[in-house]
């Protein structure tokens, strides 16, 4: 319980690949943007997977890679909140209703520095003896925990899709979520 538990407050609070679900499911639909929330599940519980199984101890050796990733985590928001804010905010039927794909929110993991520090402290708390046992299930009770967190940001964007039909509207609801990004990487710059 207690690992569901901090799988739960880590995975549901508001970061970045949650933002772009909440973007996606406004801007898409829920059945589109389920593609990000599996690549984003996927991906943390394999970055949370190969930080237990010792990722840590490199990057502790290494800590340029650390500043790498952070970097590269940084420039990846800013682009995804360009990419945002420049959006016409035509929901356009004839447009193929695609939303950001299974790499996409992989990559925004692997990226996220969100994901980082919960993988680190997770597996520090909950599995610091190494022992693989613990580290499959916390994973496992982990990618459960996360696709349902991050499939409710969906849903509640899917669910704010009827009060956005108008252009102007989707435009004010993509400039706040590109606001929120840039906003949580300026932070990591800063933080």
Known sequence: MSMAAFALATSITPGPVNIVALGAGA?????????????????????????????????????????????????FLLYVAWRLASDDGRIDASREARGPSLMTGAAMQWLNPKAWLASVAGMGA????????????????????????????????????????????????????????AASALWLLLG
């Not at 984003?40 to 800590?63: K, N, S």
């Not at 409710?152 to 009827?162: E, I, P, Y």
């Open 126 to 181: 909950y599995a610091a003896s190494g022992e693989k046992a613990l580290v499959w299930q916390f994973a496992a009770i982990y990618f459960v925990v996360c696709y349902a967190s991050i499939a409710c940001w969906a849903w509640a964007g899917a669910s704010l899709r009827q009060a956005l039909r108008e252009p102007s509207r989707v435009r004010f609801v993509n400039r706040l979520m590109a606001a929120l990004l």
């Open 27 to 75: 801007r898409y639909g829920l059945r589109a943007s389920l593609r990000h929330v599996t690549g984003a599940t996927v991906g943390f519980a394999l970055l949370l997977l190969l930080i237990g199984l010792g990722l840590h101890e490199l990057l502790a050796q290494w800590p340029f890679l650390t500043r790498a990733i952070e970097w590269a985590g940084v420039a």
